[in-house]
């Protein structure tokens, strides 16, 4: 037996799920796009550092707390990029 649903609870989850498929469109439609611009280094590198990129931003933003491991994992990504492209 499930729970009748109401207007509301549909019209929030129709924005929730327009939100995501249109953010997840774009993010896309941005990576191929950035793809046909830049060699294939440049573009590994820089989704490499997508995950150490976000996680200071949560870190900034949200007051979400950074440990020893997780900064030791940036530190080690960032090392990695530059010794891969800052030659």
Do not use: D, K
Request: glycine share 6%.
């Amino acid at each position: 037996m499930s729970a009748a649903r109401s207007p509301r609870q549909f019209a929030l989850l129709g924005a929730a799920t327009f939100v995501y498929v249109a953010s997840v469109a774009i993010a896309y439609w941005a990576v191929v796009e950035a793809g046909r611009r830049f060699a294939a280094n440049t573009m590994s590198m820089a989704l490499l550092a997508t995950h150490s990129v976000g996680l200071l931003i949560s870190a900034w933003a949200l007051n979400e707390p950074i440990n020893t491991s997780l900064l030791m994992g940036v530190v080690l990504t960032a090392t990695g990029i530059h010794m891969t492209v800052g030659r």
